[in-house]
């Protein structure tokens, strides 16, 4: 099976902030990634895909880089209903699998 | 475009439960869908995938030869039957709709859960 390791687990930031997010898998995956981000009780939104790919009305701000084993997302000048759970996938084989999240939270 | 699960419940260890997910406002039999939980206060776990027509099924390995993944595209519903169930399967169930091909692994959008607690 394919580890998603996300660091760090953990953000503490202020508005405006830009903050990036790691995304390391164990084997190499192509640019077969994508990324969640899911706010508290609801379920998780695509916001990226094929690694740098937009989803449909995802804000600018946000950017996806990487392929192969590592892989990054930006979040430039931090808003308020940024503050979530984000979460990488890999797309390259089963068992998809999804990294252990990192928790943007308020400083 | 919808998904919406319904079939949660508290079932004793060993016990049996049903999901169901009914989506709308999209050709339903044109994409793979999805089943991914997620255990209170953790992160988020594939579970299950099917092709357009149910003719091919993927499954994780802790829960292969228990849960079984069907779709009814006449009806627009997805399926997860889930039996000999554990303690570790309590979870939210999500489904979602992946892409209409088999390199699309990704899901968009998602339901909004149903809750499964495996609990004596």
């Known amino acids: 099976d394919i580890q998603m390791t996300q660091s760090p687990s953990f953000v503490s930031a202020s508005i405006g902030d830009t903050v990036t997010i790691t995304c390391r898998a164990s084997?190499?995956?192509?640019?077969?990634l994508a990324w969640y981000q899911q706010r508290p009780g609801k379920a998780p939104k695509l916001l990226i895909f094929a690694a740098s790919s937009f989803q449909s009305g995802v804000p600018s701000r946000f950017s996806g880089s990487g392929s192969g084993t590592h892989f990054t997302l930006t979040i430039s000048g931090l808003q308020p209903e940024d503050f979530a759970t984000y979460y990488c996938?890999?797309?390259?084989?089963?068992?998809?699998?999804f990294g252990g999240g990192t928790k943007i939270e308020i400083k | 475009v919808r998904l919406v699960e319904s079939g949660g419940d508290l079932v004793q260890p060993g016990g049996s439960l049903r999901l169901s997910c009914v989506g709308s406002?999209?050709?339903?039999?044109?994409?793979?869908m999805t089943w991914v939980r997620q255990s209170p206060g953790k992160g988020l776990e594939w579970v299950s995938d099917i092709d357009q027509d149910g003719s091919v099924k993927y499954y994780v390995d802790s829960v292969e030869g228990r849960f079984t993944v069907s779709r009814d595209n006449a009806g627009n519903s997805l399926s997860l039957q889930m039996n000999s169930l554990r303690a570790e399967d309590t979870a939210v169930y999500f489904c979602a709709r992946r892409g209409m091909t088999t390199l699309t692994k990704w899901f968009d959008p998602w339901g909004q859960g149903t809750t499964v607690i495996v609990s004596s």
């Open positions: 996938q890999q797309a390259d084989s089963f068992p998809l699998t």
């Open positions: 406002g999209f050709t339903f039999s044109d994409y793979w």
């Open positions: 084997q190499a995956i192509g640019d077969w």
